[in-house]
Nanobody
């Protein structure tokens, strides 16, 4: 499985940004997809995850601001981020876990910078 993420960039506080991650390969319908982020000097942390059948979970810091979704026909997972804060500045990573084989995969990091 290959993951290609896009959509990062610079945004002002309070703004919005949508990240996309396209998966290619086999058994994509068996993939749990997630977004992680890593801030300088900190460990990588999960932002949100979505199971193959659509159940979602969010880290507490999201506080209703982000929405993870998936379009299985397009093999794509999205992270809609609203009300962005300075503290959301990080490198964001797309992640996939095959729930049948437990193989796991990372996409390349993309930078999200929240700055005025």
């Amino acid at each position: 499985v290959q993951l290609v993420a896009s959509g990062g960039g610079l945004v002002q506080p309070g703004g919005s940004l949508t990240l996309s991650c396209v998966a290619s390969g086999r058994n994509l319908s068996a993939l749990l997809m997630a977004w992680y982020r890593q801030q300088p000097g900190k460990k990588r942390e999960v932002v949100a995850r979505i199971e193959p059948r659509g159940r979602t979970e969010y880290n507490d810091f999201v506080q209703g601001r982000f929405t993870i979704s998936r379009d299985n026909a397009k093999n794509t997972v999205y992270l809609q981020m609203n009300s962005l804060k300075f503290d959301d500045t990080a490198e964001y990573y797309c992640y996939a876990l095959n729930v049948l084989t437990y193989g796991h995969y990372w996409g390349q990091g993309i930078q999200v910078t929240v700055s005025s």
